[in-house]
């Protein structure tokens, strides 16, 4: 467990696991997304396909900069999008002050320490 946020909502822990993994076991190369803290990607764990639905259109109308369709039909399950934060209060590197957020059909989750 490692800290990641301290704001006004408290204190957040992030279990954390690092690992390197061979560019020779990934299917395909991916764009390096500097603007995003070097986000290259996300994993959904264990889905229940069942479960799974399109994100709210208020989050798809966003700037959204990565997409998953884990059942290949065509519409994203899971996407990671990005708003400036006004208060310009980010943690980290790149100093651009995007919130970065993950949404899925149930919940939208933060990407970045951003807030008071």
Known sequence: MRIWCENDG?????????????????NRLFDVEPELQKLI???????????LGRPASEHLSKDVRLAGD??????????????????????????????INLATSERSFWMRCCGP
């Open 10 to 26: 408290g204190i957040q822990f992030r279990p954390t696991l690092e690992l390197n993994i061979p560019l020779d076991d990934f």
């Open 41 to 51: 990607g996300f994993v959904i764990t264990n889905p229940e396909l069942s479960k």
């Open 70 to 99: 884990i059942d290949v039909d065509g519409t994203p399950e899971a996407v990671v999008f990005v708003f400036y934060d006004d208060a310009e209060n980010c943690d980290g590197e790149p100093q651009n002050n995007l919130v």
